[in-house]
């Protein structure tokens, strides 16, 4: 009976205790999540917030962004630059074809490659410093060369094929008499000589300057090439000066030397013909040819002393006289310069 009963009370405190086991593990999980809640880290009722510090890695990735982004719009201009320049050979490879079979016309196609073309080459002004060379053949003045002429050029590109510009040149030359050569017009000297007036005009030395402007226009015969040849021509003012540097005579009889000079102004016009040859898009070279035709001539004298008894009166007239045949012969002149593209 007894044992019964033992068993009856262990059974009860058995179930007893797994009933409550369950409220134990609640209240200790409660206790637990309490306990996590108190050590967390406070929150700031008044609101400050302090903002992450970027480091030096984020600096180094916005910065590497960047150089990326600007390097993919480099390759992206390069590639439509190119896409340009195909597109214009295959709209002219059409034009070809289509003007060379059955005569269709192609006329939109190649007015969309022309202003494609256009529209890629933006520099269209020209400065052309030049070196040149002159020969004067005339009366008188056959086979007379210059010294080395300067000259700049400024130019622009009205269309693809025309230019209108300017241009400016300086030619020097020293011109000596041997054997009286330049005086043939009038035997001064033997006149002179049967009264011992002792003149010599052997060795006199005259210097020659002229200062050309001049507007000018070319027709360039090639347009996509980098070699392209031209003609031209040039309306052109000169201003010329003739001066004695040195002169040979010995004079006797109270004869004495004189400043005597001379400067005329006359209008040429000029026809041209040449090449530019292009090395990048910026730079090229240039030859030309020139041939200068007189379209006026006019000279007058400048003497200090006049008619006061000295060599002047003669000196002018060689003066003046040359001066009319250099300015009336025909000049022909090369020039070699560089080409620079604005």
């Known amino acids: 009976m007894k044992t019964t009963l033992n068993k009856k009370l262990a059974l009860g405190l058995t179930f007893i205790t797994l009933m409550g086991a369950p409220g134990i593990y609640a209240f200790d999980s409660l206790v637990e999540d309490t306990s996590n809640t108190y050590d967390s880290d406070q929150i700031d009722v008044d609101g400050t917030f302090e903002e992450k510090r970027e480091s030096q890695a984020d600096k180094l990735e916005k910065m590497r962004k960047k150089l990326e982004q600007k390097n993919e719009d480099m390759v992206s201009k390069k590639i439509e630059d190119m896409r340009i320049k195909e597109e214009i050979k295959l709209t002219r490879k059409l034009h070809s074809a289509f003007n060379g079979g059955g005569g269709l016309s192609s006329a939109p196609a190649f007015n969309a490659a022309k202003k494609l073309e256009m529209d890629s080459k933006e520099k269209k002004s020209l400065v052309v410093p030049t070196l040149g060379y002159a020969q004067y053949d005339g009366n008188r003045v056959d086979g007379f060369e210059s010294n080395m002429s300067f000259g700049v050029a400024m130019e622009n590109m009205v269309t693809p094929r025309i230019s209108v510009g300017v241009g400016i040149d300086y030619t020097t030359m020293n011109i000596t008499n041997k054997d009286n050569s330049l005086y043939p017009f009038y035997n001064y000297n033997n006149y002179y000589n049967q009264y011992n007036y002792n003149f010599n005009y052997d060795d006199d030395e005259i210097n020659y300057k002229r200062?050309?402007?001049?507007?000018?226009?070319?027709?360039?015969?090639?347009?996509?090439?980098?070699?392209?040849?031209?003609?031209?021509?040039?309306?052109?003012?000169?201003?010329?000066?003739?001066?004695?540097?040195?002169?040979?005579?010995?004079?006797?009889?109270?004869?004495?030397?004189?400043?005597?000079?001379?400067?005329?102004?006359?209008?040429?016009?000029?026809?041209?013909?040449?090449?530019?040859?292009?090395?990048?898009?910026?730079?090229?070279?240039?030859?030309?040819?020139?041939?200068?035709?007189?379209?006026?001539?006019?000279?007058?004298?400048?003497?200090?002393?006049?008619?006061?008894?000295?060599?002047?009166?003669?000196?002018?007239?060689?003066?003046?006289?040359?001066?009319?045949?250099?300015?009336?012969?025909?000049?022909?002149?090369?020039?070699?310069?560089?080409?620079?593209?604005?």
Do not use: C, H, W
Request: aromatic share 12%.
């Open 211 to 342: 200062l050309t402007l001049g507007v000018r226009s070319k027709f360039y015969m090639a347009v996509n090439s980098s070699v392209r040849p031209f003609i031209g021509g040039q309306l052109s003012y000169n201003r010329t000066n003739l001066k004695y540097d040195k002169r040979g005579r010995s004079q006797g009889y109270g004869f004495k030397e004189d400043d005597v000079a001379a400067s005329g102004t006359n209008f040429t016009g000029t026809a041209m013909i040449g090449a530019d040859i292009d090395f990048t898009d910026s730079i090229g070279m240039t030859v030309e040819l020139d041939y200068a035709k007189a379209l006026t001539t006019g000279f007058n004298s400048e003497s200090d002393d006049g008619y006061n008894y000295s060599s002047s009166i003669y000196d002018e007239t060689v003066l003046e006289t040359l001066g009319e045949a250099l300015e009336e012969s025909d000049v022909t002149t090369v020039k070699a310069g560089v080409v620079f593209k604005f």
